[in-house]
């Protein structure tokens, strides 16, 4: 990420609320269960996993038996309504280039795959009567289309598909093939505005052109155009909206509106791999997400006949327990204490009335939050029936605004393992005190 005016208007209110949303990486690849798009682009090159590197035919053959037969949006979209998600987003053509929708050019479910229909207007029709944001992810670049040449990570590997075209930047590109390129990358965002009006739209792939070649400036003016309103995340050079780190937290919260996008395993696509984060530590990188105002983006890889995996599941209701719990401390609120006051993630209410304080790990007795000035009105844990937590302030000189320590009575009993939240109440707006500490002159 290069420093970006990024910006959210406040039409975008939803995405600052949300906090919570969930990805699906859903093409011919989940067919093999290879990892998707790469799995041909990475064929023969050295130290490569094999199950994760197949011949370009061979990946392509995949298509046939991409038939999506169990299809059924409406039972995902109730998965992902119980697990608290408030958007998804849908892969609708990653790097290999096969469209879920009926585009007019290019490969595509409907002409190209055994399924022979549109998988993306029912997903669309579903996300949005469910009552969630709609969000569409589409790779720039295509490592399928005869205009689009592609750069190989090794020489000799990754079987083009198109040979003799290959590259790429600069004063090598084709200038008539880069046209034709932007004109069809164009009128596939084009459909996918106008026919499905997406919330969001989740780029990717940006990285084998520069921002000039790929026109992302008069790109950002067309799409707003096409669909007015839509949010663009950040993989269009400095036209994005949003930052989007991915697969691990970051370590201080990106500047401007962001969202961690993250897989349950190692893999976007492979939902067989059997490396499943727990549900403790999904919910811990929620929580710690939206303690530092941002949106957790979580990934789903369905089968290739639409069903989503018993594991998968396993966690969304994990989460969606826990959310159903916990979920004040999450929507809506804004990044909590700086770090140091509090051991764990905490975030805000908006008018920054109201503290919520994450206990992660199982605490031997009492918590300790530090520098908070006000009063507080009540200490309570969500989802306790209101039961006022044991209090008692220690050391400090507030006669010189210079706050104890609070400590908090929290039994290790009344914690989940995957996490319980304190809610204070504070009087007024947070009052923090952040000094060095000074020498006590009155007493
Ligand atoms: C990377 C990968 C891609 C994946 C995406 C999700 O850009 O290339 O396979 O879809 O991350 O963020």
Known sequence: ??????????????????????????????????????????????????????????????RHAFLARRYDPEAWLDAFKDAGARYTVLTSKHHDGVALWDTAE?????????????????????TRRAGLNLGIYYSHLD??????????????????PHPGHRYSFGEREDA????????????????????????LLWFDGDWERTWQQWRFTEL?????????????????????????????????????????????????SMALDQSYKTPQELIRLLAECAGMGGNLLLNVSPLSDGTLWHQQLGLLREIGTWLRRNGEAIYGTQAGLPAGHWYGPST??????TLYLTVLDRPSGEVAVKGIR??????????????????RVSGGAPWMKVPGVLWLGVPAS????????????????LDLYTGHGAVVTQN
Request: aromatic share 10%; with cysteine.
């Open 374 to 391: 006000n009063r507080i009105r009540s200490a309570t844990l969500l989802g306790d029936g209101g039961h006022q937590l044991p209090q």
């Open 220 to 268: 950002r003016q067309q799409l707003l155009q096409w669909r007015p309103g839509v949010l663009l995340n950040s993989r269009m050079g400095d036209q994005g909206d949003y930052a989007t780190p991915e697969q691990a937290i970051p370590m201080s919260p990106p500047p401007g509106p962001w969202e961690l996008c993250m897989t349950m395993n190692r893999s976007w």
């Open 348 to 353: 805000l209410s908006k008018d920054r009335t």
């Open 143 to 160: 490592w399928n289309h005869p205009d689009y040449a592609s750069q190989p990570k090794q020489p000799g590997t990754f079987t083009d």
């Open 1 to 62: 990420m290069t420093a970006s005016p990024l910006r959210c208007a406040p039409h975008h209110a939803w995405f600052d609320e949300a906090r919570f949303g969930i990805f699906l990486h859903w093409g011919i690849y989940s067919v093999g269960q290879y990892e998707a798009s790469w799995a041909f682009y990475n064929d023969g090159v050295k130290g490569q996993d094999p199950r994760d590197s197949i011949p370009h035919d061979q990946y392509m053959a995949q």
């Open 106 to 126: 290019g490969l595509s479910t409907v002409r190209d795959c055994g399924a022979g229909r549109d998988l993306l207007a029912p997903f669309c029709a579903a």
């Open 176 to 199: 008539a093939r880069w046209e034709r390129f932007l004109r069809f990358h164009r009128l596939q965002l084009r459909e996918l505005c106008e026919r499905y009006s997406p919330d």
């Open 414 to 429: 009344a914690v989940d393992a995957n996490g319980s939240v304190i809610k204070l109440e504070l009087e007024g707006p």
